[in-house]
C-alpha cells in the first residue's frame, strides 16, 4: 500500500464522501458527479482554524502578529501543495480526459484544493477536532519550520505567481536614501495588476521585504478565493 493509500484510509471517510474530496471540477463536469469545490471552500476555513489553535496553543510568547504571518505562509497553497506532493495524492485525484491530458494532477493549486477538500471532509464525517488533529499531522513540520525561520520570502512569492499569473515577479528599485555607507533601499515588487514596497539595508534585503508583503497580501482569504484551481 502506498503512502497516498494509507494516508486516505486513515481518514476513516465514507466512500463517496473521499470520492467526492478527490473529484476535479473537469472530471465533474464529464461524469455528472460533485466537485471538490464546496469542500475545498469548506477546508480552507477549517484549515485556517485548526493551524490558528495550534499556534495559540504552541506558542503562548508570539504576538499575534507573528502568529498571523506564520499561519499565512503554513496555509498558503505552495505550501499545501508540497505537503500533497509529498503524500502522493496527485495519483488518486479524479480528472477529466483533458485535464488528464495536460498533468493537471501536479499542478500546486489543484493539489493544494484537494488537500482542503480532505480536511472539510474530515470535518464534516468526524468534527472539529478530528480535522485539527489531520492538520497539525500535515503541517507539523512546515509550524515548525516557519516559526523558527525567517521564510524565503521571494522562492514562496515566485512559485505562487507563476501558478497564478503565469510568469515571474519583476522588482525594481525605485529609491535609494541615505549615505554611502548606510544607503536604505526601496524596491517595489509586482505581479499581475499587484505590487508592494519593501525598504532594507541592502537590494536583497529590500526585495526579501517587498516580496513578503506581496506573498502575504496574495495569500489572504479574499485574494486566495479569486485565483482559480
Known amino acids: 500500500m502506498s503512502r497516498a493509500e494509507r494516508f486516505l484510509s486513515s481518514l476513516r471517510l465514507p466512500q463517496e ?3 467526492e ?3 476535479h471540477a473537469s472530471y465533474a463536469n464529464e461524469s455528472g458527479l460533485p466537485s471538490n469545490e464546496r469542500l475545498e471552500f469548506l477546508g480552507d476555513a477549517v484549515l485556517s482554524l485548526a493551524v490558528t489553535d495550534i499556534l495559540f496553543r504552541k506558542f503562548p510568547e508570539r504576538e499575534e502578529g507573528e502568529l498571523t504571518k506564520i499561519r499565512a505562509v ?3 497553497r505552495p505550501v499545501l501543495a508540497e505537503v500533497a506532493h509529498k503524500l502522493g495524492l496527485g495519483r488518486f485525484l479524479l480528472l477529466g480526459r483533458g485535464a488528464e491530458e495536460a498533468g493537471a494532477g501536479a499542478r500546486p493549486s489543484v493539489l493544494a484544493a484537494a488537500l482542503e477538500a480532505l480536511v472539510g471532509a474530515v470535518f464534516l464525517a468526524h468534527g472539529f477536532a478530528a ?4 492538520a497539525e499531522e500535515l503541517l507539523a513540520e512546515e509550524i515548525a519550520r516557519y516559526a523558527q525561520e525567517i521564510p524565503d520570502y521571494k522562492s514562496l512569492l515566485q512559485e505562487l505567481v507563476q501558478e497564478r499569473f503565469g510568469g515571474l515577479p519583476e522588482y525594481r528599485v525605485v529609491a535609494e536614501d541615505g549615505p554611502e555607507h548606510k544607503k536604505v533601499f526601496t524596491v517595489e515588487v ?3 495588476d499587484r505590487s508592494a514596497l519593501g525598504r532594507g539595508r541592502s537590494k536583497k534585503e529590500a526585495e526579501q521585504a517587498a516580496a513578503k508583503r506581496l506573498y ?8 486566495m478565493g479569486s485565483s482559480g484551481a
Not at 131 to 134: D, I, K, P, S, Y
Not at 216 to 223: G, I, N, V
Open 17 to 19: 464522501l473521499l470520492r
Open 21 to 23: 474530496a478527490l473529484t
Open 74 to 76: 503554513v496555509v498558503s
Open 131 to 134: 480535522a485539527r488533529e489531520l
Open 190 to 192: 509586482a505581479a499581475g
Open 216 to 223: 502575504l497580501s496574495l495569500t489572504t482569504p479574499e485574494t
